[in-house]
């Protein structure tokens, strides 16, 4: 595979041809935020919190599905980023109920990991509070749309690791909510093989592990790319 | 199927057609006014005449859709508008001398005088519902030309040089797009019409699929040839039951006819046309959305690159292009590059499509050079503002802008209307008048933007919301000057970090009338306001 050198923030790095920019920096030491990003399932570039400017691009280009091209040179972390960056997290805190004190993954959140990166101390915009449902029909998990950011990350395992796709997505914008198969209680899927999958993709306090009280949600997401390599390998 | 068949057809039925010609718009707008008892009773009075020189025949749309139901009588060329059924005896009987008491419209007004018509050429003339008509007008020759003539570089060379750019409202470079799917490698490609038009206040599509149906399958067929797909589809929308209805009954004609399908006119080509009807959502119009619809998957877009022209449909190479673009094809082929590349701008070439709708004298559909000015199109043909002045006309939909009175000048092409803070786009025009608030109109667009963002990506559906709930507070007398700042933030957020086209172009009408309509927003700031009691 061929390597291919070029520029992140005035920095000479390498990468491999077909590698992606997001998986270069971090390779390279440099961190770019993200959010929707898993290791291990496909990237959608749907969370916008990875983009990042690249010169003779008009557009801002999003590193997590960006292929790495021999001498381009890459900012990741400029004013008008940063304060993009802090806006999208803060309409992320408007948009539903995230409140950090009563939650089950306080502390270990990628949210708000991501909001103290980047130094958000309050939200400038309005919250909509809007009414969410909390189901906990099955037995071991619960998922709370309250704290629900949308990342698709449990739809994306369920599907690619799991290969079951109990989880999707029906309606639209702000009405967009993660579901189980047809929109039934999650305890009453068919599908659903309650391997616990989702709960360790979730970044938030979205989906739970019954009995968690505030702060006990811990995770580890690297499990998930763990699976996957390990499945590779001995194929 | 050849050659000399196609044109005994032709042959065949401008032989049968007779001396007086009754014409009847049979288009949705209006057929919604009653069209349809109308060409009943035409049809009736006319046999009960019994004169065998007249016919009746149920045609696409004539333009002045305002003013339907509409008859056109030939050869005297004599226009009727708001036609009620009771009206057919008479318009009979005129032909003898009689007196119609239908109102008699004028053919010489420059709404049809200033139009140059490439697209809908045949567009209120043939029987959209026969293939026939469409034949007897010269139709499927050009692909008949095309198969037997040209190679598929020569194809893209003369659609190339004709500078016919994409009609969906990006101006993308048609033989471009074409080059680029013909050198893609692929095991199969496809190519795709887009008919998924959704902007409030856009017909041009839906009216030229329901005027003129083979005319899109025949352009279709060019391109699928050009750059050497076998399958193609045609997405429209469901709102759209009467195209969808004409669409049909054309391919399964074409397929008869064997102008589609397997080994047309004998050449070797194989060309089969499916439609897919679309479910509601606006943001299937964008393309890797549409893609992902007609797979059968959640309609929602994904990031390019990887364009469609090199890993759409299924992952093979995919063209996509716009109704409108479609066309433009077999005219370019008749009638030569040069030809094409003679009308229009420097940068802009051939004709545009425009719904006009608003408060305007004359609604309907017009096509017009590029480079007509928006004065032109709006003030002579459309006949301005009834009782007021053109206070803004919004171009584009809701990926558009609010080009201000004072700006009427402007030619339109790609680049001037860009220039000005609005787009080109599909081609829908609303004009408003003074009576219009223009903070009104950037809630009623965002309205629509937050209702048809798919939710995939932040900026847009979080963003969509957040702008709207703004706009609601500004409209309340409760937003400070700080609060106006920070919507243009959001909006300028909005724009650049949106995944798609349509949370990229959402802050539009947000941003256009800020910058020419600064003082109604201000206007309603309140200096003193304490936002913590603004419930949002």
Redesign the interface.
Known sequence: MAARTFTINDQLVSGREGETILEAARENGIYIPTLCHLDGVTS?????MC?VEIEGSR??R?AC?TQVVEGMVVHTDTERLR??RR??IE??F??RNHICAVCVANGHCELQNLAIAIGMDHV??????PVCEVDISHGRFGIDHNRC??C?RCVRVCDEVEGVHTW??A??????RVITDMRQPWGESTSCTSCGKCLLACPTGAIFRRGATVSEMERDPTKIAFIVAARDQRW | MDLSELIEIAEHERASRRSIRIRCCTALGCQSAGALSLKQRLEEAATEVERQDIEVIGVGCMGLCGNGPLVMVDPDGVLYEHVRAADAPSIVAALDGGEATAPLGDPQHPFFTGQKRIVLEHSGIIDPERIESYIAAGGYQALYHVLHEMTPADVIDVITRSGLRGRGGAGYPTGLKWATVAKSHGNRKFVVCNADEGDPGAFMDRSIIESDPHKVLEGMAIAAYAVGADQGYVYVRAEYPLAIQRLQKAIAQARRLGVLGAQIFDAGFTFRVDIRVGAG?F?CGEETALMASIEGR?GQP??RPPYPAESGLWGQPTLINNVETYANIAPIIRHGAEWFASIGTETSKGTKVFALTGKIRHTGLIEVPMGATLRQIVEEMGGGVPDGHVKAVQTGGPSGGCIPATLLDTPVDYESVQRVGSIMGSGGMVVMDDATHMVDVAHFYMEFC??????????C??????ML?MLD?IRAGQATPADLE?LE??CL?VK????CGLGQSAPNPVLSTLKYFRAEYEALLNHNAD?AT?E?
């Not at chain 1, 400038?124 to 509070?129: K, S």
């Not at chain 2, 937050?450 to 900026?459: A, L, V």
């Not at chain 2, 650049?496 to 995944?499: A, F, N, V």
């Open positions: 959608v570039g749907a969370c916008r983009l557009t801002l999003p599905v304060n993009y806006i999208i309409l992320l408007a948009e400038r915009f309005d919250y909509a509070f950011v949308l698709t999707d997505i309606g639209r914008g702000a009405d967009a | 959502a943001v959640r994904r990031p937050k209702d048809e963002s798919c939710g995939k990506c932040i900026p559906r979080a963003g969509t919301a957040q709930h507070v920070q933030q959001l957020m650049e970090t949106s995944l936002r603004t949002p």
